[in-house]
């Protein structure tokens, strides 16, 4: 924990079932990947916070650190990193995304 | 050499792969954030290779990540992926 803006990383996670990192709001993003990952999160009806790390660059450049991961968006659940956009996809494609939401007591609707 | 053929090296020497195609997506995000008129800036990579096998999605993508750090840490913006090993596709 060199980072300090880990702490902050730290606290969304706990007190956050779901969090997204991402660009842009879940209103309006500014990313195709990361509107991609708010749309399977909608049409999942999971309720999630969006993270926008373009209005901290701090945090931008932190959350890769943190995560040991070079791009954008990034999903965790219930403190761990699921992936980003292409590994959400294809989770919620063949149902391992739901898989995990249920066994982590994410309440989701479809 | 261009980004697109230093990718496509990198992968094929260090994951002997059976299939690579790298596709580069910069024409379709022209305008956006990280977008460069030089092109080279959104990659896509489709790989199968023996070497994914047994190993989880993350730890596969974190195989290419460090693969291609300089390229990540260069001129490429966004790099998305599917990654396989041989009897997923």
Redesign the interface.
Known sequence: MTNPVFERIQQDLSDNAVVLYM?GTPMFP????SAAVVQVLSDLGVKFKGIDI?VDPSLRDAIKEFT????LPQLYVKGE?V?????VR??AANGELQQLLTARNVPFSA | MSIRAAIETKLTQALAPTRLAVFDESDRHVGHPGWDPKGETHFCVDIVSPAFAGKSRIERHRMVHTLLDAELKGGVHALALSVKAPGEE
């Open positions: 660009k500014q990313c195709g990947f373009l040991n991961w070079p791009t990193f992936g980003g956009c292409d590994i294809e989770m």
